[in-house]
């Protein structure tokens, strides 16, 4: 029977340390590998479904194809027949139920578990508010997640005339916690291609990301802070209201966020 | 042939001729390897996840300039890995690698064979702390090596440079690390 020797440390040579790094690449924790191949799938259907209505393959990343279709829509609002006016835009509303989102897009946007209203409002730290807008209605999903403390609760609504489906399939977020965006981080999240600036809402101080993806840091109540990085694939706006953090997502323009963000009750 | 699985030539096969559930099972094999190699690319577990994702989206827009017969693995990889890099760039920030716990540790029973070192625990840490410690060219060529365990020739597809490149990169990095763990700090 072999019995290895403990080795000279540090290590004498780039032998003796290419083995100590092989011996130690056995004992890496990684985090736990998300499911990737069933949001590829879901990406790849959406992005074909747009290419065959085109006439060839589709080859482009989702996120071009997002933005090209919102910067259509900013152009050609008028396009749509019907509706009401928000910003500028036409907004009408498909008939019928919403379809369930599908379980990667909740998953892969962090959102939590579908509850209803009631048992968001029950389990959330904080007084949920909801878009008093008659032409949006009530939120066609409600999703509670347990972070940060008091939790978080995303109401979210599938695509829809006004508010085009994102590269995940989702028309319209508005995402509500209780914590302090700390605004020394907000340069270093932003991807390329996106650009902020400043707004306000109802006169509270407001962040309006747009043009690209970006991700942020909050903190909880105790201060700590949470890289949750929520993925973000549509224009934002950002603000603070009374200790909570809001957020519009997917509205396609700043007047057309800022109408949801007003209306919140 | 029934029940047999299909090659990754196969399902690249199919794939091409628009089947997503092929391109799906493919995605499957290699998203442990993808995500894993993301990950030691850009550090962070949510930008590896989306890098990941991206980069086997834009794979599929690149089936048609996948030479038939070529091998997957690091084709995939350097999609992946330039998207890992993207996110790397614009993120600015760096998650530290972590060791199991010694309960987590895969215990095979078998003695350790003499090529392999044993290293105690404090010895562990110290590697990789001196490993966090490099630049992010000197660990990544580093991480690539000897964490995703991938060959040379296939470092050189990853990271889309010629394999003398990688040789050489490759010793670089190791004369760094073993100088920040003498205690000095010659990035030169």
Redesign the interface.
């Known amino acids: 029977m072999t019995v290895a020797e403990p080795m000279a440390w540090p290590p004498r040579d780039e032998a003796a340390l290419a083995s100590a790094l092989a011996d130690l690449s056995r004992d890496l924790a990684y985090p736990a590998t998300p499911s990737i191949a069933s949001a590829v799938t879901l990406r790849l259907r959406e992005g074909s479904a747009k290419g065959r209505r085109r006439g060839r393959r589709w080859a482009l990343p989702a996120r071009s194809i997002a933005f090209a279709l919102l910067a259509l829509l900013v152009l050609a609002g008028a396009a749509v027949a019907f509706g009401i006016v928000i910003g500028g835009l036409r907004i009408s509303f498909a008939p019928g139920t919403p379809p369930p989102l599908p379980s990667a897009v909740v998953q892969s946007r962090a959102f939590g578990s579908e509850v209803s209203l009631d048992e968001a409002r029950r389990r959330a730290g904080f007084g949920v508010l909801v878009p008093s807008l008659a032409a949006i209605g009530q939120p066609e999903h409600v999703y509670f997640n347990g972070v940060p403390s008091g939790g978080t609760v995303s109401l979210v609504w599938g695509p829809q005339p006004g508010y085009p489906a994102s590269v995940t399939g989702v028309g319209l977020v508005v995402t509500e916690f209780q914590a302090t965006v700390d605004p020394a981080v907000w340069e270093k999240l932003l991807y390329e291609g996106t650009s902020v600036s400043d707004t306000l809402v109802n006169g509270h101080a407001a962040l309006w990301i747009s043009g690209g993806e970006h991700t942020f840091f909050y903190r909880d109540s105790s201060g700590r802070r949470v890289d949750s990085s929520l993925q973000v694939v549509g224009d934002t706006l950002i603000w603070q209201r009374n200790g909570l953090v809001l957020r519009v997502e997917g509205a396609p323009s700043l007047s057309a966020a800022a109408e949801v963000a007003r209306s919140l009750r | 042939m029934e029940g047999r699985p299909l090659t990754d030539a196969e399902l690249i096969e199919e794939a091409r001729g628009?089947d997503?559930?092929a391109?799906?099972?493919l995605?499957?094999r290699y998203?442990?390897l993808?995500?894993?190699t993301a990950?030691l690319v850009c550090g962070?577990?949510?930008?590896?996840?989306?890098a990941?994702?991206?980069g086997?989206?834009?794979a599929?827009?690149?089936l048609n300039r996948f030479r038939a017969g070529a091998e997957p693995r690091p084709w995939l990889l350097r999609i992946v890995a330039n998207a890992a890099r993207n996110?790397r760039r614009?993120?600015?920030?760096r998650?530290g690698?972590?060791?199991?716990s010694a309960q987590?540790?895969?215990s095979d029973g078998a003695?350790?064979?003499?090529?392999?070192?044993?290293?105690?625990g404090e010895?562990?840490a110290e590697?990789?702390a001196a490993?966090d410690r490099l630049s992010d060219d000197d660990r990544r060529i580093?991480t690539l090596?000897?964490?995703a365990?991938l060959s040379e020739r296939e470092m050189a597809a990853v990271l889309d440079v010629p394999l003398g490149t990688v040789k050489s990169r490759l010793?670089r990095a190791?004369?760094r690390?073993?100088a920040v763990?003498?205690g000095g700090d010659d990035r030169g």
């Open positions: 628009g997503v559930a391109y799906e099972e995605v499957r998203e442990e993808a995500f894993r990950y962070d577990a949510d930008d590896a996840r989306d990941a994702q991206e086997f989206v834009r599929y827009g690149a996110r614009a993120a600015g920030r998650a690698l972590a060791l199991r987590d540790r895969p003695a350790p064979s003499p090529e392999v070192a044993v290293l105690a010895q562990r590697l990789l490993v580093i090596r000897w964490f365990d010793s190791m004369q690390l073993r763990m003498r």
